[in-house]
Structure formats: C-alpha cells, structure tokens
C-alpha cells in the first residue's frame, strides 16, 4: 500500500517537472524568434554599414572602443552574477540571498544602459541624429532594440523581487525567476554579435 | 532535469560542479572579449585578418555561453533546447545572409559603391 502511495508521489511529482520543464522550453521558443528578430536587424546594419553611409560618418569615424568596452564588461558581469542567482535558488538559497543578486545584476545592466544613453546622446549632439544616413538609422534601431529589452528586462527584474515579498519562494515565482535568467543570458549573447560587429568591426 | 530545485544544498558536490560551469563561461568570455579589443586597438594583424579573427573569436564567446549560462550540451536533457536552437541558426544563416546578399546585388545594380550613395 505503502508503495502504491509513493509510486503516486512520484508520478506526481514526475508530472509537475515535466509542466515546469515545457514553460521553459516555450520560452525558449520565444527567445529563439527574438534571436531571429536581432540577426535580422543586424543584416539590415551590416548592408546600411555598407552602402548607407551617404554624407554621414562612417563607423569608423563614429566609433571608439573604450566606452563600449566597459559597457560590455558590464553586461557581462551581469549575465554571471545572474548566474550565481539562479544556481543559489536552486540549492536552496535563502530568498534575501537570491534578491540580493538579483539586484546587483539589475544594477550592473543599469550601467550598461546608462553608458549606451550617454553614447547616444554624445553622437545626437555632434549632429548625428538618425535622419542623417541610413548607417546611422541602422546603428540608433539595432543598439537601441537591445537596450530597450535591457530595460524591460530591469523592469521585469523589478516585478519579479515584488511578486517574492509577496508570495515567497514558490516553484512558480522560482520558474519566472528561471525564466528571466534565460532573457538575461540570450541578451549578453546578443550583444556579443553587436558588440563583435558593431563596435569591433567598425573601428576596424 | 529539474531547472529549479534541487535536493541538495549549497554545500554539496553538485553545487559547486555547476558553479564551475559559470565561473569558466565568465572567465573564457572576459578572455575573448578582451582579446577581441586588444587585436582592434592593437592593430598588429592587417584589416582583413584582424576582422576575421574578430568574428571566430565573437563565435567561440557565443558557443561558451550558450554552454555555460544557457546549459546547452549533448546531454539528454537538453536535446530538444539544442535542435531547437540549431534549427534558429539554420533560419538566421538563411535569412541573414539572404537579405545581405539581395541588397548589395540591389546596391551593385543602382550603381552604389561601398560607402558612397
């Protein structure tokens, strides 16, 4: 009888794994047709890199490495100690440990973000505005997508530290926190190609 | 595999393997990253090596982070997250280079030369 009950258990349990591994998965199709969205944006940068220069900079004249260099490093700093929030979560981290990385890695793409608007508005003033070229549309549309999921993603971020001082740690709350761990990563590796192809190759 | 709990608590085997994981995508990621500006401001390499060293090593940093942050390997577990993913890069190779190269043959029919218009 005893063993009715724990094959039940387990069986139970079995099918609760196997709802929290779909809603991952799903998001993972989601995250993949942003994927998509991103790569086409930065076909649509390299070819207005190429022939949209018109009387605008090019982005060699346009770009320098030091700033976006430390904005990387930002992100990517982010994108571990996101890292070191979700393992500790899983193992069983107390949630004023959980949070308190979750905010440190909040904090570190708010650097980013603040240092990609100082770019942009250092460009603005010197009279590069996105009317100038198709370049410089390209440069303000795909840079600034990123930043806007940053910014989601922060607000997210936010959202999501309200939703645990309101309902605790449950496997719910712990899934979305999965879940945008995932947002957080796939954003760090979609700034690896900006950042290789925009900033890098551009200086070239 | 169970993405958010766990049986075992910080101080065991299995944490500190996953940690691991992290520690060497971030450390392998700072190395490349910082590779990458250093050919750039470097410019020890010509032009055209220099990009293309710049692009295989911006490929490695995204395979290691897929593998270390978005836990992407051979294993079974996360079969379906890889074919899923191999799949997108068959769609971005498609797409990506399908549109680069219809607008330079549109480019090179209206006569716009590279960084001209």
Redesign the interface.
């Known amino acids: 009888m005893s063993n009715t009950g724990a094959a039940h258990a387990a069986s139970h349990d079995h099918g609760h ?1 196997d709802k ?2 779909t809603v ?2 799903g998001f ?2 989601f995250l ?1 047709s942003d ?2 969205a991103f ?2 944006m ?3 940068y ?2 207005a890199e ?5 009387n605008g900079p ?1 982005p060699h004249e346009l770009f320098s ?1 030091g700033l976006p ?1 430390i904005e ?2 930002a992100l ?2 982010s ?2 100690t996101f ?2 929030c979700t ?7 107390s949630m004023k440990r959980t949070v308190g990385w979750l905010i440190l890695t909040l904090a570190l793409g708010a650097i980013f973000l603040g240092i990609e608007l100082y770019e942009f508005h250092e460009f603005w003033t010197e009279g590069n505005t996105p009317q100038v070229s198709g370049f410089l549309t390209a440069y303000y549309s795909l840079v600034g997508l990123h930043g806007l999921h940053v910014t989601s993603g922060i607000i997210w971020g936010i959202l999501l530290m309200v939703q645990m001082k309101t309902f605790g740690m449950n ?1 719910l709350i ?2 979305r926190l ?1 879940r945008l761990g ?1 947002f957080w ?2 954003l ?2 979609v700034w ?2 900006l ?3 925009v900033y ?2 551009g ?2 | 595999m169970d993405y958010i709990n766990s049986d075992v608590g910080m101080d065991s085997a299995e944490y500190k393997h996953d940690m691991a994981r992290y520690v060497w995508g971030f450390a392998l990621s700072v190395v490349l990253t910082l590779a990458g500006v250093v050919i750039v401001a470097g410019g020890v390499f010509s032009t055209g090596l220099a990009w293309s060293i710049v692009g295989i090593l911006g490929i490695a940093q995204l395979v290691i982070q897929f593998w270390a942050f978005m836990h992407l390997d051979f294993s079974k577990e996360a079969r379906p997250d890889l074919y899923l993913v191999l799949f997108t890069f068959l769609l971005i190779i498609l797409m990506a280079a399908g549109t680069v190269w219809v607008l330079a043959d549109l480019a090179s029919r209206m006569g716009m030369g590279a960084g001209s218009m």
């Not at chain 1, 393992?87 to 981290?93: D, E, N, P, Q, S």
């Open positions: 794994h929290t591994g991952i998965f993972w199709i993949m994927l998509i790569s086409l930065i076909a649509n390299a070819d190429w022939h949209g220069i018109a090019s490495l260099t990387t490093m990517l700093i994108t571990f890292g070191i393992l500790g979560m899983k193992y069983g981290a496997d712990k899934s999965v995932l990563h796939m760090d590796i690896i190609a950042f290789t192809k890098l190759m200086v070239l």
